[in-house]
């Protein structure tokens, strides 16, 4: 099996925290980052190491905001500094967008709120206005959206419910309510992923005249939101950690961390209490775009300068399930061309040679006859000549690592079974298996399952990197 054509792949081991050592590097000289999708609903997350920080900014720094514009009493609660240890986590590297919360609500038919805050640029504000405008929502911000600009008038609370949604898609049989990986970011590990490593004023170093190529802010952003990822990522591959949008944090707010934890975990106090949000947005000045930057508001507050983005538990060594994922890739992207493929369908139907099926979000978009797929933008081609597809053919329910060993180690019994339903049609779900050999003939001629697709993902041993070609 070869690999070609492959342009901005998306690699990675779900819940892995060496994936990054594993993939090629990128131009820059570092290793790409750690990325995985768990579920075609799923924010792309990235893998962040564990380490240690100086987290807060220094008088130095303090005096520097002062000195552009920030008052005194407004960066007085980032002191004192003090070192924080932060176990591996994944984060979205994108804040959530607007289209992703539009699937939260559609399908969970979530409300809109009662109305949010409005700014300068959106429709209706005069200037002296910023109140809550009962007909704003994420829907109507006030200004133009595409579905990959970032979500707005999104409260704490609206943020804490789409977390509970993505949870309800990965949560494993027998699983509690409430139960899940994903959650919101702690104040701690929000500061340490936005400095991606660094200690400068800003995570691209000290000087404010490089943050128009870094971050959308009031001088550079027209007063609207813009596309998540049209600004550089930072060293820990994550985009628009500053400036966009503010982005919620599980935190409670203290006015300063004299007791705040070193663990990385959040401050949480017995009552209602404000809830930190970090980052600067569109319609806040340059001096906000700083890591240690730090604002706080009452969590069932919108506005149309405040998002998210969602963190995850990773694995750990404990974890059997997460374990077992480790020695997997996966295969993530918008969308994925297995080309000139056999597809055999599991209902019995004659198997269709030299076919091309493409997969966006999940599912099968479209079966056509082979053909040699040009290269495009997030688009990862295969070439699978030679290769069976048959459905997976599983129970529903089942976590990717579940369908992974169903797959490989029931083997050529269970692909040869040909009294359960399934079928690799358009329109339905991307779950089945890449095999050599053909099922059809005998279960012996089956040698064996290259990839398992879940979900619209590939995962595979380290087969997937070894041999990719191509740019």
């Known amino acids: 099996m070869s690999t070609r054509r492959v342009r901005r792949w998306v690699l990675a081991c779900a819940g892995v925290l060496s994936c990054g050592e594993q993939i090629a590097a990128q131009e820059t000289g570092r290793p790409a980052p750690s990325t995985f999708r768990e579920c075609s609903a799923c924010p792309e997350l990235v893998v962040i190491q564990s380490g240690r920080f100086t987290m807060g900014s220094s008088p130095t720094e303090r005096k520097w905001a002062v000195a552009h514009r920030a008052a005194p009493d407004a960066v007085a609660d980032e002191a004192p500094q003090r070192v924080v240890a932060v176990r591996a986590f994944a984060l979205g590297k994108y804040d959530v967008t607007r289209g992703e919360y539009e699937r939260f609500v559609r399908e969970s038919g979530y409300p809109s709120g009662d109305g949010c805050v409005v700014s300068a640029g959106s429709r209706g504000f005069d200037g002296t206005n910023a109140a809550k405008q009962p007909m704003a929502s994420w829907r109507d911000p006030g200004f133009d959206q595409t579905a990959r600009d970032p979500a707005v008038c999104v409260s704490w609370h609206d943020a804490r419910a789409y977390v509970a949604w993505l949870n309800d898609k990965v949560r494993r049989p027998g699983a509690s309510p409430g139960e899940g990986p994903y959650r919101l970011p702690t104040e701690a590990e929000w500061e340490y992923a936005a400095r991606g490593g660094t200690t400068t004023r800003f995570w691209w170093g000290d000087d404010d005249g490089d943050a128009p190529l870094h971050a959308w802010y009031k001088e550079n952003a027209a007063g609207r939101t813009h596309p998540v990822g049209s600004m550089s990522p930072n ?155 048959m459905p997976l053919s599983l129970e529903a329910g089942l976590t990717p690592t579940q369908a992974i060993r169903s797959a490989l180690l029931v083997g050529a019994t269970f692909l040869g079974r040909q009294d359960r339903s399934g079928s690799i049609t358009v329109g339905g779900n991307a779950d089945f298996m890449v095999i050599k050999g053909d099922p059809g003939t005998t279960v012996a001629a089956v040698e064996k399952v290259e990839i398992v697709f879940k979900d619209g993902i590939g995962y595979d041993t380290a087969k997937l990197r070894a041999s990719r070609k191509g740019p």
């Open 235 to 389: 060293p820990f591959g994550l985009h628009d950690m500053v400036g966009d949008v503010w982005q919620w944090t599980e935190d409670c707010y203290a006015e300063s961390y004299v007791a705040a934890p070193t663990d990385g975990s959040a401050v949480e106090t017995p009552s209602d209490c404000l809830r930190v949000d970090r980052g600067g947005s569109w319609f806040y000045p340059i001096w906000l775009l700083r890591p240690a930057t730090r604002e706080r508001n009452p969590a069932d507050y919108r506005d149309v300068v405040m998002g998210f983005r969602v963190a995850r538990t990773v694995s750990t060594p404990a974890d059997p399930a997460g374990t077992d994922l480790r020695r997997y890739m996966r295969a993530a992207g918008p969308r994925i061309v297995l080309e000139h493929v056999r597809v055999i369908d599991a209902t019995g139907a004659a198997p269709a040679d030299d076919r091309n099926v493409t997969i966006e979000h999940g599912r099968i978009a479209a079966i056509a006859d082979g053909a040699d797929s040009p290269p495009a933008d997030s688009t990862i081609v295969l070439d699978l000549r030679g290769y069976s597809v």
